[in-house]
């Protein structure tokens, strides 16, 4: 039996994703499991890795992206027994999740709970862990407090702004004009980054300075969002959207300005938010709060926003629509 992929043929535009046919299913080793993909989604994450810009993967071409998956487990390896056939999971792949079929470790794995959306599980994966880390982990944000979100309409920061309304924030996002009126949406205040100076704008409004910045603009952005700042605040950069957009920025410069800002005692605090790294690193934390975010789903608290539903076979235009940045939610891949 044979099962279709998406493949990066060379590092590129969305033209490099190419779609492949493989004869043989993959079989599951020693504490791996296969699993038959369901949902994966078509993120920013993506674009970059596809480009072969993204810090977290070393891998050539060819291989397939992909970084969030739900599907069902279709046949179990040895020494796994915590999980069954046909029970549905949900897994942070960071590669290889643009394929039908998918081997991957039982113990990284976490069920997903029954009566559940697969294109909202599946939403909650990248851009809603990623947001909940950052709010609850990088900031510890504590109720009530005030942000600012950059690039408020895009996936991550809807997912924070959802986060940020059970916590009663009064939250700041920026974005193009024409997305303001969802940002308002959730309660939150717009600033136009087109023809408005956020730094000017939060300093008007916010003259003792404000608890946390979520920045994935880097570049010249991370140094005006430490000048908006409390002294106790903290700066959380988790993008390279100025760096891969060719806007003068470098991922590495970003990262290595970080880590030496939070060395100063002089300036707010300041880290660099990798998921890649802390799902290695922690995956106990990857496994309780995609266990919580489930929980909210359930519960109606949050509700992911689906800007599209495409067919695996449609990865490059998904990828086309992330980059030109005109969507408002996310973009998922249906693997059925």
Not at 48 to 75: E, M
Not at 91 to 102: D, F, M, R, W
Request: net charge positive; charged share 25%.
């Amino acid at each position: 039996m044979g099962y279709k992929k998406v493949v990066i043929t060379a590092f590129g535009g969305p033209e490099v994703l190419k779609l492949s046919s493989e004869a043989e299913l993959p079989e599951p080793s020693k504490g791996k499991v296969r699993i038959k993909g369901l949902f994966t989604s078509a993120a920013f994450t993506d674009t970059l890795i596809r480009r072969g810009i993204y810090l977290g993967v070393k891998n050539k071409p060819p291989f397939s992206p992909g970084y969030d998956l739900i599907g069902t487990i279709d046949k179990i390896g040895e020494d796994v027994a915590h999980l069954k056939k046909g029970q549905k999971v949900a897994a942070l792949t960071v590669i290889g999740a643009y394929s039908e079929y998918i081997c991957l470790d039982a113990n990284a794995l976490v069920p997903v709970p029954d009566g559940l959306d697969d294109s909202e599980s599946v939403s909650l994966i990248l851009s809603y862990l990623t947001a909940y880390q950052m709010l609850y982990r990088s900031a510890k944000i504590k109720p009530g407090q005030t942000i600012l979100i950059h690039a408020c309409a895009g996936a991550v920061g809807i997912a924070m702004l959802q986060l940020g309304k059970l916590l009663n924030l009064k939250m700041y996002g920026t974005a193009s004009k024409a997305k303001h009126h969802f940002i308002e949406k959730y309660g939150a205040i717009p600033i136009d980054y087109k023809n408005e100076d956020f730094v000017k704008r939060i300093k008007m409004s916010e003259p003792e300075g404000i608890d946390a910045v979520f920045d994935p603009i880097g570049g010249s952005y991370f140094p005006r969002s430490l000048k908006v700042l409390k002294k106790s605040g903290t700066l959380v950069g988790f993008g390279y959207q100025n760096s891969a957009g060719g806007n003068g920025g470098n991922v590495v410069l970003d990262y290595f300005k970080i880590l030496f800002w939070n060395l100063l005692p002089t300036k707010p605090s300041a880290n660099f938010y990798i998921i890649s790294s802390w799902h290695k690193e922690h995956i106990d934390w990857f496994k309780e709060d995609l266990g919580q975010l489930f929980k909210l789903l359930s519960e109606g608290k949050i509700k992911p926003e689906i800007a599209k539903i495409m067919d695996l076979s449609e990865a490059s235009e998904a990828h086309r629509l992330v980059e030109e940045a005109k969507i408002e939610g996310k973009i998922v891949l249906s693997l059925k």
